[in-house]
């Protein structure tokens, strides 16, 4: 697992330099759309149902990162403008998503 270096927000987006030296752009919108969260991606019991009911369409138009808290050594928690601010963002699952968050 490679970890952060360095985080940074550049406008509306979040630039991740990794310990590698490879770096990740995250345009917020998309990094709040993507939220690893039970409130984004919907909460399954052992069965795999969902359990809540969740608008996988939704706009986060607008939406911009405010801070953010390290978890571990191995994630990140972003705060949100819009309030959000439980989706557990691991290191791995940043670099999955990044091609799909520009």
């Given amino acids: 697992m490679t970890t952060i270096q360095e985080i940074q927000l550049i406008g509306k987006e ?6 590698d ?8 919108e998309k990094l709040r759309a993507l939220s690893p969260s039970a409130e984004t991606q919907g909460e399954r019991d052992l069965l795999g149902n969902e359990m809540m009911e969740v608008d996988h369409g939704r706009d986060f138009e607008g939406t911009t990162v405010t801070s953010w808290n390290a978890v571990g050594g191995y994630a990140i928690q972003f705060h949100f403008s819009d309030g959000h601010n439980t989706g557990i963002y691991s290191f791995d699952y940043l670099q999955a998503i990044a091609p799909k968050a520009v």
């Fill in 14 to 19: 979040v630039a991740i330099r990794w310990e």
């Fill in 21 to 28: 030296g490879s770096e990740s752009y995250y345009q917020m």
